[in-house]
C-alpha cells in the first residue's frame, strides 16, 4: 500500500526566509511518480511538479526547488526568499505507474503542510 | 492555459437529497478523476473513469455515488442520498493520453449537507 507521510502540519516563517518542506513516502512500486500541489486560501489544487522513480536529478524552478532522495524515501521542497504569497497548503503526492488502458493513476495525498510566511 | 471547470462553486443540500456535482475536463484529456478533501483534511481518491467505465474506485466510493460522461465533454458525480459527512470540497481531475502525465484539478465544488 502506498502512503504519504507529511510530518510538518503547520510551518511559520518571515518573508525572505528559506522554508524546507518534508514529504516521505513508502510504496512497494519500482516505478512511481511524485507530486506536489499547492492549495492557496481560495481553495483550489495547484500543480506545481512532477517526478519519476527514475529521475533522482535536483529540480530548480524560480524560487522552487526539490530534492528527491530515493534512499531515505524522500522529495522535500524548498522555497527560497519565502513570500507572503506563498502562504498556502502544501500536498506532497504519490502515484503508481500503471500502464494499459484502464491506468487508474490514484493519487495519494498526505496529510499537507500549512505555510504561512508574514510579513 | 485550458483548465478544468467545475459548478458550482458551492452547493447547500439538505441531508437526504440528491446532489450532481458537474465538470466539464479538458479537451483532449482521456482519464477522469473525483478526489474529496473534508475541511482541513488531506485529499483523497475516489474514483477514476475511462472509456466511458469506472477504472477504479476507493472504499469511500460506495452505492451512494455514481459518475456519468453523459455527453462527451461533462464528467458528472452523483451522490443519491447525501449525509452529512459528504459535507467536503469535491475536485474534479483529468489527465491526458500517457501514464505519466500529471493531473489537472478544478477549482472544486464546497458540499455542504445540512
Known amino acids: 500500500a502506498q502512503k504519504v507521510t507529511q510530518a510538518q502540519t503547520e510551518i511559520s516563517v518571515v518573508e525572505k526566509e528559506d522554508v524546507t518542506l518534508d514529504c516521505v513516502y513508502e510504496?512497494?512500486?519500482?516505478?512511481?511518480?511524485l507530486f506536489w500541489y499547492k492549495q492557496p486560501p481560495s481553495g483550489e489544487l495547484v500543480f506545481l511538479i512532477r517526478r519519476n522513480s527514475f529521475d533522482e536529478q535536483n529540480e530548480i524552478s524560480g524560487r522552487y526547488s526539490w530534492n528527491f532522495q530515493k534512499s531515505t524515501s524522500s522529495f522535500n521542497f524548498t522555497i527560497t526568499a519565502s513570500q507572503v504569497v506563498d502562504s498556502a497548503v502544501y500536498f506532497c503526492?504519490?502515484?503508481?505507474?500503471?500502464?494499459?488502458?484502464?491506468?487508474?493513476?490514484?493519487?495519494?495525498f498526505g496529510g499537507g503542510t500549512r505555510l504561512m510566511v508574514k510579513p | 492555459e485550458p483548465e478544468v471547470t467545475q459548478t458550482p462553486s458551492h452547493q447547500v443540500t439538505q441531508m437526504g437529497q440528491e446532489v450532481i456535482l458537474r465538470c466539464v475536463p479538458i479537451?483532449?484529456?482521456?482519464?477522469f478523476y473525483w478526489y474529496r478533501q473534508i475541511l482541513g483534511q488531506k485529499v483523497e481518491f475516489l474514483v477514476s473513469?475511462?472509456?466511458?467505465?469506472?477504472?477504479?474506485k476507493s472504499e469511500i466510493f460506495d452505492d451512494q455515488f455514481s459518475v456519468e460522461r453523459p455527453d462527451g465533454s461533462n464528467f458528472t458525480l452523483k451522490i443519491r442520498s447525501t449525509k452529512l459527512e459528504d459535507s467536503a470540497m469535491y475536485f474534479c481531475?483529468?489527465?491526458?493520453?500517457?501514464?505519466?502525465?500529471?493531473?489537472?484539478f478544478g477549482n472544486g465544488t464546497r458540499l455542504t449537507v445540512t
Open positions: 473513469f475511462y472509456n466511458n467505465e469506472i477504472s477504479e
Open positions: 503526492a504519490l502515484s503508481e505507474a500503471r500502464r494499459g488502458n484502464n491506468a487508474g493513476n490514484m493519487l495519494t
Open positions: 479537451s483532449n484529456h482521456l482519464y
Open positions: 481531475a483529468s489527465r491526458g493520453r500517457g501514464f505519466n502525465s500529471p493531473l489537472h
Open positions: 510504496t512497494r512500486d519500482t516505478t512511481y511518480y
